[in-house]
């Protein structure tokens, strides 16, 4: 097996396509074979925190207040 180290931008990538469902099989293996589970978790909530304040945002300036 090819344990490639998966660069921050990969690790991105990687978590943005889990959230949309659509991560390949090649992208999965590579990840799971990682040493360590923590970047993915850090860049993770990250990205789910950005989510929800992209979400809170746009329902403010839409809904009067």
Request: glycine share 4%.
């Amino acid at each position: 097996m090819n344990r490639e180290k998966a660069s921050w931008w990969d690790i991105v990538k990687s978590v943005l396509a889990a959230l949309l469902g659509v991560q390949s099989d090649k992208n999965r293996e590579r990840d799971f074979s990682q040493s360590s589970m923590w970047p993915y978790i850090i860049i993770g909530f990250i990205a789910v925190a950005l989510f929800v304040v992209g979400l809170i945002t746009i329902v403010s300036l839409i809904a009067p207040s």
